[in-house]
């Protein structure tokens, strides 16, 4: 009797046995499945540490300024107007106070014609800007700077005086030796 | 500024501006010759000329924009009816090496500032023709002034006259306020070229007469 109540503490004990270790993976499995759902939660907060690359082709800055010795003055609230490759008026607007205008390029135009009116009558410039043509600086005139350009004035005009004071010389000299003969 | 850019006027004006300089220029040089030989006057005329391109240089701002200067009262008083070549050429000049003025609009350029520049030769040697007393100087230097000035003022109306004939023939009205603003814009350079005709002048009677135009017995 006693035995058969010990083997019935024994077959109870395992039977606890089991439905403990029965219960424990159950357990385990539901813990395991609460956690693949915490992860799938946690794939939102991965994502957020992905980097985002963007791009947009910045505004173009039109410069204008009357050129001169001791700086250059900005052309201020002149009128701007922007043609497009095919002649079309793109965008007008005005320069601010230092003479600068911004505007974005029309997506597929590549090339744009820039007129300037300085708000002094009888002025304006214009200058054709090309992207396709990678950084462009349009005052090519610049490229031989101000004080070359003052000097080869100042040559010519040396030039000038020179071819007069050679002939003046040569007449002399000619007007000595008809003297002489 | 007084220097009209290429695309502004309007193609007659820009014609009439080059029949006008060459007939000037040609006058100018058949009258210098009834005085003196070109080839002698020819040192000083580039030496004026080159004063007259590097005074572009010279920005002066005012309001919203700027003014530069502009010394064809000097010129003409200096050079005298070789004058206007003078700024015929440094016009050529400014054109082709600063971009200043358009090299179409060279020829109505030429007329809007040497004609003032004859103007103020002008009125400065009658005012000195009346005058033989060397005490008179700082009368002279006072009427130089003036016309030095005047050439400027003169200057700015021709070149809005030029924008108006030009919104007349096209029948549009962007130029129709050109001359208040330009007058207005250069009123200050009308006084400060005035200070500087008349010290160049001053200076020049008692340092050098034969230089001036006006103190020579020629033309």
Request: net charge positive; glycine share 12%.
């Amino acid at each position: 009797m006693g035995e058969m109540r010990e083997r019935e503490k024994g077959r109870g004990a395992r039977e606890k046995k089991k439905k403990r270790s029965g219960e424990r993976r159950e357990m385990g499995r539901g813990c395991v499945i609460v956690f693949m759902f915490f992860l799938l939660f946690c794939f939102g907060i991965a994502s957020a540490h992905r980097i985002y690359v963007v791009h947009r082709i910045a505004d173009i800055e039109v410069y204008a300024y009357f050129g001169g010795v001791g700086g250059e003055t900005p052309c201020r609230y002149a009128d701007v107007e922007v043609y497009d490759d095919r002649g079309n008026l793109y965008v007008t607007g005005k320069t601010d106070e230092n003479g600068k205008f911004r505007f974005s390029p029309e997506t597929g135009v590549k090339t744009y014609k820039i007129v300037v009116k300085a708000n002094l009558p009888g002025h304006q410039a214009e200058t054709l800007l090309n992207l396709s043509g990678g950084y462009s600086d349009s005052s090519a005139e610049g490229a031989i700077g101000l004080p070359m350009r003052i000097l080869a004035g100042f040559g010519y005009l040396t030039g000038i005086a020179g071819i007069a004071m050679l002939y003046k010389s040569r007449k002399a000299t000619k007007a000595a030796r008809h003297g002489d003969n | 500024m007084v220097h009209i850019s290429d695309g502004v006027l309007s193609p007659e004006v820009v014609v009439a501006g080059w029949i006008l300089s060459a007939g000037i220029i040609a006058f100018s040089f058949w009258w210098s010759s009834r005085y003196t030989e070109l080839a002698d006057e020819m040192p000083r005329l580039s030496l004026m000329t080159a004063a007259f391109f590097v005074a572009s240089l010279i920005h002066i701002p005012v309001g919203p924009s700027s003014v530069h200067l502009i010394l064809n009262g000097v010129v003409g008083i200096v050079l005298g009816v070789l004058s206007f070549p003078s700024i015929f050429i440094g016009l050529v000049l400014q054109a082709f090496l600063f971009q200043h003025g358009g090299i179409s609009t060279i020829g109505i350029n030429t007329v809007n500032m040497g004609i003032p520049a004859l103007v103020a030769y002008g009125i400065s040697k009658i005012v000195k023709g009346r005058l033989h007393n060397a005490e008179k100087e700082s009368l002279i230097a006072v009427i130089s002034g003036l016309s030095g000035g005047i050439a400027v003022a003169l200057a700015a109306l021709l070149t809005s006259v030029s924008l108006i004939m030009t919104d007349l023939i096209k029948g549009s009205p962007t130029y129709h306020d050109a001359a208040i603003i330009l007058l207005a814009a250069h009123a200050p350079l009308v006084v400060i070229e005035a200070i500087i005709t008349g010290s160049v002048v001053v200076f020049l009677l008692q340092v050098k007469p034969e230089l001036l135009a006006i103190a020579r017995a020629t033309a």
